[in-house]
């Protein structure tokens, strides 16, 4: 499978600062959620599913929900989309109301 992270552009990449205080427990209940949606977006868009030809079988079938969340973990701890610093300033501004 190709490794989306490296698909990534640098100007990509570096567009979204890493977030601060990632200790909080509301930002890392946000990165989670992020996490959550890109892995969706990512089986969405056919990522994990096996070849016709040259397929790792059974196996890939089974294990590849595992490649695929893991990669959208790595994509929300290096700034994903920005969804979690959205949901994250929401989720802070509901706390303090």
């Not at 969706?40 to 990522?47: D, I, N, T, Y």
């Not at 016709?52 to 089974?62: C, I, K, Y």
């Not at 969340?69 to 109301?97: F, V």
């Amino acid at each position: 499978m190709p490794n989306i992270t490296a698909s990534i552009s640098p100007s990509m990449a570096t567009s979204h600062q890493p977030m601060p205080d990632q200790q909080d427990p509301l930002r890392k209940a946000a990165v989670q959620l992020e996490a959550t949606f890109l892995a969706e977006m990512l089986k969405s868009a056919g990522l994990g599913e096996s070849r016709e030809s040259f397929g790792g079988g059974s196996g890939e079938d089974q294990f590849s929900t595992f490649l695929v969340r893991a990669q959208a973990e790595q994509m929300a701890q290096a700034g994903g989309i920005g969804l979690a610093e959205s949901l994250y300033n929401s989720m802070k501004e509901a706390q303090n109301d």
